[in-house]
């Protein structure tokens, strides 16, 4: 296996970290280095992360003062590491012990692809649709509406922006994967310099695969491979986050253009 890199951004994730850093432990032991970046937590997350880092040498930590969000922890690591790949990844994600080892296998066989990203599944095994096409106005205001027959009247066109008329049973391209989990290579992520630091949450993953496209790699789902996402959907839940998607929609769109529909 060639040389991989990890890095997770942590803010108050005390509940779910050791369910993150257990497995990845049990399978990559010694193999190479995690980077956990904490965003100023304020519950035990240091204490904990720092257990792990005391008893595991390929255990790097940055604390930063402030929360900077999530490209810009992530980019720490990225401008740092040394390796052919780098994962992103959530600390709300449980990897299983195949994971690692058959994305890098499919990633070493395809060298046009610069981001691989498995299967998401729920806690209780069930698909988390997180393959998206590109986003449109119309697209995330469906998302956020509460009418049951306004997303029955569309239901359609949602499907298709999460790309279950494609299906999540075969590989295929995808345009906006989810930055939950993402294997990518690192000699492309470091071209493209990392997220953009712009966004503080939300959207900086649907650039990002522009930006890998915009120099010629793909950006594939690869059902293969799966891991565990314990999604919470901050944005659907807090008012403060619905703001911060927002504000990240608008620059994706001032970026990128805007397309209605």
């Known amino acids: 296996m060639k040389n991989i890199s990890l890095s997770i951004v942590t803010h108050n994730s005390y509940k779910v970290i050791f369910e993150c850093i257990s497995p990845l432990l049990a399978d990559i032991h010694n193999k190479f280095v995690i980077w956990l970046i904490d965003n ?8 904990a992360i720092k257990y792990y880092a005391e008893n595991d040498r ?4 940055i604390k930063n003062p402030i929360n900077h ?11 740092k590491t040394v390796s052919d790949y780098h994962i992103i990844c ?19 066989k395809h060298p046009d692809i610069g981001i691989l990203c498995p299967k998401l599944v729920n806690s209780d095994g069930s698909l988390q649709p997180n393959n ?5 106005i119309l697209d995330l205001a469906l998302r956020r ?7 029955k009247w569309f239901k359609k066109r949602m499907d ?21 989990f993402m294997f990518c290579r690192t000699a492309v ?48 839940k807090s008012w403060r986050m619905s703001w911060v998607m927002l504000v990240s929609a608008v620059k994706y769109f001032n970026k990128w253009g805007y397309r209605w529909c």
């Not at 100023?40 to 240091?46: L, M, V």
């Not at 959530?90 to 070493?108: C, F, K, S, W």
């Not at 509406?145 to 997303?151: D, F, I, Q, R």
């Open 40 to 47: 100023n937590s304020q519950d035990s997350t240091i204490a």
């Open 58 to 61: 390929n255990i790097k930590i």
């Open 69 to 79: 969000g999530f490209g810009i922890a992530h980019n720490v690591a990225i401008h």
């Open 90 to 108: 959530n600390p709300d994600i449980i990897v299983n012990g195949r994971t690692i080892g058959l994305l890098a296998e499919y990633m070493d």
């Open 132 to 136: 998206h096409l590109h986003p449109t």
């Open 145 to 151: 509406v509460g009418s049951v027959w306004l997303k």
């Open 160 to 180: 298709a922006y999460i790309m279950l008329d494609v299906g999540y049973e075969t590989s295929c391209d995808v345009p906006f994967a989810s930055g939950a």
């Open 189 to 236: 992520l470091k071209q493209v310099g990392g997220f953009d630091e712009r966004y503080f949450l939300y959207f900086e993953d649907a650039d990002l695969c522009r930006k890998v496209h915009e120099v010629g790699y793909r950006t594939v789902y690869y059902p293969e491979a799966s891991v565990i996402h314990q999604w919470e959907r901050a944005a659907h």
